[in-house]
């Protein structure tokens, strides 16, 4: 851990979360230009992420596969609008084997394509459908400005495609993957998000619709967590799936994709944190809890180790630290583990061996509103219900935050004055003019439609125009 | 399921090989030259063998952590040997976001360099040492004749990299993980690996030593299943991983790595397979019992399903699958079943109902030998035992195969003749030129000399010269 002091949050947010991606021990920089290191601390709440992720995903009968890294230049430029997206960003082999290659190959920047066209050769009965696959994997895309988990060169996620026969089916499947990804957040993570329709100039490259999960950080700007897309029949038509129906005429599929990555990671940070660092919410942290034990001497320490030993027997359901390192005090211990973010602190000194106590200290209640006394027995009953009530807390205080930065304007004048600080939640026409209009003006892009609607209608934020929905309008990330 | 039969081990062992692959749908051809799809129940084992390795990772200190994809070219010209060894089976980036790279990057063949530039940034002090990381991940390597699962472009595996402040504990790692191998082999896979070290000649380009297990496929020829190398200072010098010792003294660190992968799916296959398809060993296989229901009308089935359904909720602690499929026959789904090589079927039909019996076949044990009639009663503690009994007998039988097949020529030209459909365990001088004449005439490698020696002496089965070492030759894929 660095001496110095981390930079507060409110005097400069994208430094203070560059040095605590770092000082965290979650993510490093690698020596290739926008490329990360996801260090042992990141990925094991990555692996904690898929692992919730996971679960969700075989509850609902999805299962997993593994499709090439590599893919023809062709395949990306059989869907129109999926090369014009994704050209600009691809990452080219030219070489292999110490020859040129008579085709380029692109290392994946989404895997729609390689997948379609090994679901035309599988596809052939409606029997053969849906198919339901979800990959676990690394993708590149060469972006210019790059930021450790928020948008690196390579990042890893999961991609979900799946192939139905109808159309209703494949948007069920579209929502279903959305509400799995909110769940997930809501009740994993204590990330907030709201769910909704992107804009047809914010859809994924290749989308009928696209649906996200956006979240709002703490300088109010909003992330865009997870995507959920109704392909319609353009991918297959672009790689010929299609089957039998069961009156044997010959149907196009429609297709799904969804997808959620390493940037999640970006959006807990900047969630939950605070100007000592991470606050990990208690379902995903990689330690949960630390255990401290406080002595001044051998005599001490041969009475607080051995009921520290028994506490971190009893606590085996956690995922529990006891931090025995020589030489460093509890004070520099306690600063480093809140600023890793563990969610709950134990401290076992000479005088709670006496009393059967414990001291606990919640990382999302700094100071004395976090601490308790509480006593040895039945400690691990103790610590699960307070592990849920950190979650809650966190969610509460994260939802909190965000609806205090949600405005609702009352024109374009303040929308634009909104926007520089908060999020806007307003009417608008649909007419991409007038979100251009925004974007170029504010920075402020459109969030999402939201699935929830007040109903009614209203006068466009922008133009006047009578409009049926409101949308988000914020500066993302 | 294809109707048509499979190849005969017999008549045409690689022919069985490539269709059992395709047929029980474990993998698929990707329309990129030498890649594969692993389809979902391919990935599944996969998966298994995940998490069966990873436990053994993360009990003996390890944790993950996710290293880039992309490498500059001039990482791996740092170390002459590692550079030699992968230079011809290179992927190569030369151009993203639209232009021309200054430097060229490869997709990384295996992580040494990349890992080790890293290691040279984090480790300062003997306190950082040992560093022991693991990465599960996708590499490519340029390979000409490639073969589902045993030799792809790409492929997936695990490579461990470790850091230490010594060469004892550097060389006492690479045991402990050859023996974590070892172990995974026969406790969870039932192959009968013979763990070793490799010679100089076979070892990967840029160790000091590598160690190997090597098994036996049913055709005689070994697979290189998995490797542990240690690899001295070389990485260390030419990445500069460097710590002050406890006297301050500045120290080039010693490094190890091992890695086993998606070939091991091979080992499993061509160890225990047989010619009506598949037999997958009970720890790792993804469906580990399935239960068939047989019936001929609906009077019929109303009585099954319900006892069907109540057996699936008593067996809920197994991997099970429910064949309910309609318009097929038992008959087919019991081949179907066999040739995905399901380690237990349950038959249920309405005499089993009346008796409160089910019907078990094993698939270790094709006809009558393997079935048995069993009371209801308390059936999944009759399956745990069961599976472990199954586990048992397929390592005996692949265990006897092998030994049957290991011969001790007592010259060279008996030799020449074992290995052309066995293996040889001869001593060895050491010599590269007796290893190189073997394989120039037989085809044979050197697959290990073995950490269990008989001790003593012998001619070298080749020169004749002394030597102190056995070692086995044998054609490997």
């Not at 149907?251 to 990671?265: E, K, P, V």
């Not at 009475?303 to 520290?308: E, I, N």
């Not at 809650?392 to 609702?408: E, F, G, Q, V």
Request: net charge negative; charged share 25%; glycine share 6%.
């Amino acid at each position: 851990m660095s001496d110095e002091k981390l930079p507060s949050q409110s005097e400069n947010f994208s430094e203070w979360y560059n040095q605590i991606v770092q000082r965290a021990e979650l993510a490093d920089y690698a020596p290739v230009r926008g490329c990360m290191v996801v260090r042992p601390y990141g990925w094991a709440l990555w692996e904690n992420i898929q692992s919730a992720l996971d679960r969700r995903f075989k509850a609902t009968g999805h299962v997993n596969a593994a499709f090439p890294l590599l893919i023809p230049m062709s395949f990306l430029q059989k869907e129109k609008e999926h090369v014009e997206g994704f050209s600009p960003e691809l990452a080219v082999v030219t070489h292999g084997g110490g020859e040129e290659l008579e085709e380029p190959l692109v290392v994946r920047p989404t895997s729609e394509t390689i997948i379609g066209s090994m679901y035309s050769k599988w596809v052939k009965s409606y029997r053969d459908l849906p198919i339901l696959i979800n990959q676990w994997g690394n993708v590149v895309r060469w972006e210019m400005r790059t930021r450790l988990f928020l948008r690196t060169l390579e990042f890893y996620w999961q991609e979900g495609h799946t192939a139905h026969a109808t159309a209703d089916e494949a948007l069920e499947e579209t929502i279903r993957m959305l509400n799995i990804y909110t769940d997930f957040a809501l009740n994993e993570a204590a990330v907030p998000v709201i769910p909704g329709r992107k804009s047809q100039a914010e859809k994924f490259a290749g989308a009928v619709n696209s649906y996200t999960i956006e979240a709002m950080m703490r300088d109010t700007r909003a992330l865009q967590s997870g995507t959920s897309h109704f392909l319609g029949q353009n991918f297959a038509k672009a790689f010929e799936i299609r089957y039998l129906d069961p009156s044997n005429e010959l149907q196009y599929a429609w297709t799904t994709s969804w997808g959620l990555s390493t940037r999640f990671i970006g959006a807990i940070i900047m969630t939950h944190g605070d100007d000592q660092g991470l606050i990990l919410p208690p379902r995903l942290a990689p330690i949960q809890l630390v255990i401290v034990p406080i002595f001044r001497d051998d005599a001490e320490k041969s009475q607080v180790m051995p009921v520290v030993e028994r506490l971190k027997n009893e606590l085996s359901a956690f995922r529990l630290k006891v931090d025995d390192r020589e030489n460093l005090t509890p004070g520099y211990k306690f600063n480093d583990w809140e600023m890793r973010g563990v969610p709950l602190r134990i401290e076992i000194g000479p005088k709670d061996v006496q009393k059967g106590t414990v001291a606990l200290a919640r990382r999302d209640r700094p100071g004395k509103a976090g601490k308790a006394f509480v006593s040895q027995e039945n400690l691990a009953a103790q610590i699960a219900d307070l592990l849920v009530d950190i979650h809650a807390s966190m969610l509460a205080r994260a939802t909190a935050y965000r609806d205090a930065n949600i405005h609702d304007p009352q024109d374009y004048e303040e929308l634009k004055a909104v926007v520089a600080n908060g999020w806007a939640f307003s009417w608008w026409c649909g007419n991409p003019a007038c979100e251009a209009k925004v974007k170029e003006e504010t920075k402020a892009t459109t969030r999402c439609i939201p699935l929830e609607q007040p109903g009614g209608s209203g006068p466009c934020i922008v133009c006047g125009e009578q409009a049926t929905e409101k949308v988000y309008f914020a500066r993302a990330y």
